[in-house]
């Protein structure tokens, strides 16, 4: 399995979980790895770099002749910010890591997964892209723009034997979420319809539904997790 951003956070956890239940793990984030493992192994990389992404990819399967899985996790979630006070800078950080970042990794990983005919993909989404909360123009967007990517894959990929799923995430307090401020996760916590943080374990749980082999007419769907949409 390969996951993206995975030396903290939600990555992290997914690296992890899936070390735990069996899987060889091949992790990339820009900052190192604070974790060690005997079947996990860090790259430092940014998604958003196409030559990287491509040489990362080429050395999971050089390693392990095969790639069974791809968990993209690696994210980008400014401040709140108006769409009006939006820079253009920050605006192109955003897509350049969330959507070009999972662009390149899917792409390269897909090409792999069809030769050999087997395949799980999954994407990470948001409640953003779902709530049209006030301050997340960008991240809002680029979310959106990963579902609908994902969606395209999924059926492209389906001859091959391929599944593309999303994972929408609610709110999980990770340090990109804390650093937001208290009033905005609160605000969060409110147009939930499970008016609590997920838990790691949760986002895991549903991740691994997605990867697993007796998932394999399930392609295409979004698992939204405490919200109703």
Not at 27 to 54: F, I, K, N, Q
Not at 58 to 85: E, N, Q, T, Y
Not at 162 to 182: H, K, P, Q
Not at 209 to 217: G, H, I, K
Request: proline letters at 3%; a positive charge; glycine letters at 8%.
């Amino acid at each position: 399995m390969l996951v993206t951003g995975s030396s903290r956070g939600i990555g992290l956890g997914l690296a992890r979980h899936f070390v735990s239940v069996g899987y060889h793990v091949l992790g990339c984030s820009r900052g190192p790895s604070g974790w060690e493992s005997e079947h996990y192994e860090h790259t430092m990389l940014d998604v958003a770099d196409e030559p990287s992404v491509s040489k990362w990819v080429r050395r999971g399967r050089a390693r392990w002749k095969r790639i069974d899985a791809l968990v993209c996790s690696a994210a980008f979630g400014p401040a709140s910010h108006p769409l009006a006070l939006t820079g253009t800078d920050l605006w192109r950080d955003v897509m350049r890591t969330n959507v070009d970042g999972t662009f390149f990794v899917c792409r390269e990983v897909g090409k792999l997964m069809a030769a050999q005919r087997y395949g799980r993909i999954v994407t990470l989404s948001s409640m953003a892209a779902a709530l049209h909360i006030e301050g997340t123009a960008a991240y809002s967007a680029s979310k959106s723009a990963i579902v609908e990517m994902t969606k395209v894959l999924a059926r492209e990929m389906a001859p091959a034997g391929v599944t593309c799923n999303v994972v929408g995430i609610s709110l999980v307090m990770t340090e990109m979420v804390t650093a937001l401020g208290t009033s905005v996760t609160e605000r969060a916590l409110e147009r939930l319809t499970i008016k609590r943080p997920l838990s790691i374990e949760e986002v895991c749980h549903a991740v691994e539904f997605f990867c697993s082999r007796s998932s394999s007419a399930v392609t295409g769907q979004v698992l939204q997790l405490g919200l109703v949409t």
